[in-house]
């Protein structure tokens, strides 16, 4: 993985997003589940940019789209992506981003430009040790992590 996560690093996003598309296809077909040409659009939605997108704003899109105008059509969505590790639910900006690690055992650590609203991805293994560790201690279990950090991301830094 390379250093800088791949939302603040110059790359191809088209092949980018074309990978962790053709990845969820896989898992989909793999697993037995339907990628149905709505979640696939709402998949491709938030691989568009790496941002988070609020629930509403997909559905806007998805409506352009021709898929309904009820905001069931974008949380049905969502939800099947989120429970299926193909997207993430980023709490801190109540939206919602495509996971750039789908099949990938990981806790997300999410970076968050507060200039430009770009978010970054990144398994953080260390982190997620360290909570693991913390919580045996007190006799905790650990299900999920969803780390968020809101800083500046390189380009904004360097203005």
């Known amino acids: 993985m390379p250093e800088t996560p791949l939302a603040f690093a110059p790359h191809d996003h088209s092949a ?7 990845r969820a296809d896989a898992l989909c077909c793999d697993g037995g589940l339907r990628l149905t040409p709505v979640r696939r659009r709402t998949l491709e939605i938030l691989l568009e940019t790496h941002k988070a997108l609020g629930a509403y704003d997909v559905l806007e899109r998805l409506a352009a789209d021709g898929f309904g105008h009820q905001p069931p059509v974008a949380y049905r969505a969502l939800e099947f992506l989120v429970e299926h590790g193909l997207a993430h639910r980023v709490r801190r900006l109540n939206a919602f981003a495509a996971c750039m690690h789908p099949g990938e055992p990981h806790s997300p650590a999410f970076f968050i430009c507060e ?3 770009s978010v970054a991805e990144a398994p953080v293994a260390d982190v997620r040790q360290a909570l693991d560790t913390a919580a045996r201690k007190i006799g905790f ?7 968020e950090a809101v800083g500046r991301c390189p380009a904004c830094s360097a203005r």
């Open 141 to 147: 279990s650990v299900e999920r992590v969803n780390l």
């Open 115 to 117: 200039t430009c609203d």
């Open 16 to 22: 980018c997003s074309g990978n962790i598309l053709a």
